[in-house]
């Protein structure tokens, strides 16, 4: 693991960090704030996805967590969006496919399927880097991010309740199997066989069985991508019938920008926090 920069911020300490990725078989970037706490032992460790076109920095600079993650004592973590260099296959006019836009899944077709396992990477991979050289209590996690990486949360929470005591989303993708801007991602990834799709969808892993005991949602009802992209209302009906307690805010004339999500951050790392203590 290289440092990229060190940078004091609330008494704790938000740095930037790189490493050679196995499963993405490239070097890959992340983010990781320390709150002051550290010093008296290890802490409870939340996960912030970021959505499409992102890289770990989008929360760094703008997400405005850190004065919350130092008052509760959170380490917070900004992966990556997908894997990145110059032998990473790519389409470099295409902002929903490729670098910037791995939908955090294991991608099977080729040439896909050598770097593109984000899926691996975040459940599996990169916590282990983590959990190796920061003080972070991994009994204790959370996740939580924003559209491409809301639809990212809400699959790696339903797949692995035991892990993640609560999980959140800003104005996520929902059901990205029927979504436009996602569609196409998958079939390149996955393939045409839909039925392989449903290990991605948050509302289909529902209907699958998988279970989770709580979400929040935030979402803007202004925002530009609410009606064919993230459409937030197909998530109520799968977790009506599921028992799964969504609460699910629309939230007046917010966008789908940074002042959204730094606008409501305080609230979902309270929310957080409350379950991680």
Known sequence: MKVVSISKSHGGIQGVYSHTSEGCACDMTFAVFVPPQAKDGRLPVLWYLSGLTCTHANAMDKGEYRRMASEFGLVVVCPDTSPRGPDVPDEKDNWQFGCGAGFYLDATQEPYAKNYRMYSYIAEELPALVAANFPADMSRQAIFGHSMGGHGALTIALKNPQRYRSCSAFAPIVQPSTAGWSRPAFEKYLGSDEKIWRAYDATLL????????????????????????????????????????????????????????????????????????
């Open 206 to 277: 529902i209907e699958d069985g998988k279970r989770y005991p709580e979400f929040l949602v935030d979402q803007g009802t202004a925002d530009g991508f609410l009606q064919d992209g993230l459409r937030p209302w197909l998530l109520e009906e799968p977790c009506k019938k599921a028992g799964i307690d969504l609460t699910l805010r629309m939230q007046e004339g917010y966008d789908h920008s940074y002042n959204f999500i730094s606008t409501f951050m305080d609230d979902h790392l309270k929310w957080h926090a409350a379950r991680l203590a």
